[in-house]
C-alpha cells in the first residue's frame, strides 16, 4: 500500500506545485533579476551629478509658479540627467529603463511609498545627486497624503522637470492617487503626467495580480518613460 500511495501522492503533489508557482515564480525572479542589476548599477555609477544645485537665484522655498513664466527650448535630456523613485512595477520595468535612458538613476523596491519620496529627495539634494528630471513611479502601494506632491515641488526648487507617473493596479486608492497626479501636472508647468495606467489598459502582458508588467509590458513602460523625457 505504502508504493502504490507514493505514486498517487508525489505526481499529485508536483501537479499541485506546477499549478501554483509558475507565473508567480517568473515574477519573482523577474524583480530579483532587476533589483540585482540595480545593486550593480548603483556601485559602479558613481559619477559626478551635474545641474544638482539649486538654480542660482533659487531657494527650495521659491514658489514654482515662475516655471510659467518664459517658454524654454527642448533641452534634450538624456538617461544621466535622470532621477527615478519608484515602487516594484518600475523595478519589474528597470532593465528597459536602462536601455532606453542609459545613465539613469533609478531607485526602485518592492513595497515603495510614495509618502517617504520627500525624504528620498532631500537626502538626494543634500548630496549634490539629485538630477534635473525627477521620476515619481509610485503610488501602487497606497494613497496620497495631502501636501506630499506640493512637497516634493518645493524640494526640487523652480527649474527642475518632475514626471508623474499614473498607477496601475486593482486597489481602492489607485483612482484617488492618479487624480491627486493629475491635478499635480495640471497646477505647474514643470510637472508633467505620464500615463502609465492607460497604457497598460491595453497591454496583455501583465502578471495574475494585475499589477506587474512581463517583458513586453515593461517594454512598454521603459518607452513610455523615455518618450516623455524627450518630449521636456
Same mark, same amino acid.
Given at each position: ?97 536602462? +536601455?532606453?535612458? !542609459? *545613465?539613469?538613476?533609478?531607485? /526602485?523596491?518592492? #513595497?515603495?511609498?510614495?509618502?517617504? =519620496?520627500? @525624504?528620498? $529627495? ?87 495580480? +494585475?499589477?506587474? !508588467? *512581463?517583458?513586453?509590458?515593461? /517594454?512598454?513602460? #521603459?518607452?513610455?518613460?523615455?518618450? =516623455?523625457? @524627450?518630449? $521636456?
Amino acid at each position: 500500500m505504502l508504493p502504490l500511495l507514493a505514486l498517487v501522492l508525489v505526481p499529485a503533489c508536483a501537479v499541485s506545485v506546477l499549478l501554483a508557482s509558475p507565473e508567480q515564480s517568473q515574477l519573482e525572479q523577474q524583480l530579483a533579476q532587476a533589483q540585482d542589476v540595480l545593486a550593480e548599477q548603483q556601485e559602479s555609477a558613481r559619477v559626478p551629478e551635474s545641474n544638482d544645485a539649486t538654480p542660482p537665484g533659487a531657494t527650495a522655498h521659491e514658489s514654482t509658479n515662475d516655471s510659467r513664466k518664459p517658454a524654454r527650448s527642448p533641452r534634450n535630456f538624456t538617461g544621466s540627467d535622470v532621477t527615478a523613485l519608484g515602487d516594484s512595477v518600475m523595478l519589474a520595468s528597470s532593465q528597459q529603463l536602462l +536601455k532606453r535612458l !542609459p *545613465g539613469i538613476s533609478i531607485d /526602485a523596491s518592492v #513595497g515603495a511609498q510614495i509618502w517617504d =519620496a520627500p @525624504a528620498q $529627495l532631500r537626502g538626494l539634494k543634500s548630496a549634490g545627486k539629485l538630477r534635473q528630471v525627477v521620476v515619481l513611479g509610485l503610488g501602487t502601494n497606497g494613497d496620497l497624503p495631502a501636501g506630499t506632491l506640493e512637497e516634493v515641488r518645493r524640494i526640487l526648487g523652480p527649474k527642475r522637470e518632475l514626471l508623474l507617473v499614473t498607477a496601475y493596479a486593482p486597489r481602492q486608492w489607485i483612482g484617488s492617487v492618479n487624480g491627486k497626479l493629475h491635478a499635480a501636472a495640471e497646477a505647474d508647468s514643470r510637472t508633467h503626467l505620464v500615463d502609465w495606467a492607460g497604457t497598460a489598459e491595453g497591454i496583455d502582458d501583465i502578471a495574475r495580480d +494585475k499589477i506587474h !508588467p *512581463g517583458p513586453h509590458g515593461s /517594454a512598454a513602460y #521603459g518607452k513610455l518613460l523615455a518618450q =516623455a523625457v @524627450a518630449k $521636456l
